[in-house]
């Protein structure tokens, strides 16, 4: 089974630095996918950004970047210039393929609540 | 689009009620996922279809629990009878060709058996 650690449970960044927040994930694939999520309090699920195991660069989607180092199972999420609107719980979530097929099911880690201060 | 939509927002029942979740994907996607998400456990695969067919249903938690997706625009998840257990937010997500553009989730629904 899928394992995925999220180490951070809780980080605080000041308004318009940089951080990231750590994911590791534990699988047998050669070929998947790794996703982020933001949720805010509100509730709702927003994907962030994507990498596949394959791509040789690391996934940039405006102020989001992942540092992937796929020998190490690492896929830590970047987000420059924090804002406060970026306060919420954040997910990894390795794709998990299954039987072949090009898509599987995604499996979340257990979350790491940012606080971006003023 | 409008993306995926769940109903209901809320639903607060008694237990031993019957409940049904529903769920509309996004045109042209052929993944439907439901999620379950709790402070205990997190978020939770419970079932997935492909083109509408069951494909993985092993994070159901009991036979309380069953999902059907009659066509490609409609899926439901019920629980009969309910329990305080299953309070939770229950995710409806979808998919389609090509895993970067991302799993799109519903808003949940916020389930209270009391």
């Known amino acids: 089974a899928q394992k995925i650690t999220q180490t951070q449970p809780g980080m605080f960044v000041q308004e318009k630095e940089a951080v990231t927040l750590d994911c590791t994930y534990d699988t047998s694939d050669q070929s998947y996918g790794l996703f982020w999520y933001k949720q805010p309090s509100s509730g709702e699920m927003i994907f962030l950004i994507y990498?596949?195991?394959?791509?040789?660069q690391n996934a940039t989607e405006g102020r989001y970047s992942l540092n992937f180092q796929k020998a190490r199972k690492s896929a830590n999420l970047v987000i420059s210039a924090s804002q406060l609107g970026d306060s919420a719980m954040y997910f990894c979530a390795p794709e998990v393929n299954a039987g072949g097929t090009s898509y599987g099911k995604l499996t979340f880690g257990q979350g790491t609540i940012l606080t971006v201060h003023p | 689009d409008a993306g995926v939509i769940q109903s209901p927002r809320h639903e607060v029942t008694e237990m031993g009620q019957e409940v049904t979740l529903r769920c509309k994907p996004i045109?042209?996607?052929?993944?439907l996922f439901w999620y379950r998400q709790t402070m205990m456990r997190g978020l939770e695969l419970l079932i997935y279809f492909n083109n509408n067919v069951p494909i993985d249903d092993s994070g159901m938690p009991e036979d309380r629990f069953s999902a059907k997706m009659p066509n490609a625009s409609f899926s439901t998840l019920k629980i009969q009878p309910s329990e305080p257990r299953d309070s939770a937010v229950y995710f409806c997500?979808?998919?389609?060709?090509?895993?970067?553009?991302?799993?799109?989730f519903g808003s949940g629904t916020r389930l209270t058996v009391v």
């Open positions: 990498q596949g195991s394959y791509d040789e």
């Open positions: 997500a979808s998919t389609q060709g090509g895993s970067n553009y991302g799993y799109t």
């Open positions: 045109s042209g996607h052929d993944y």
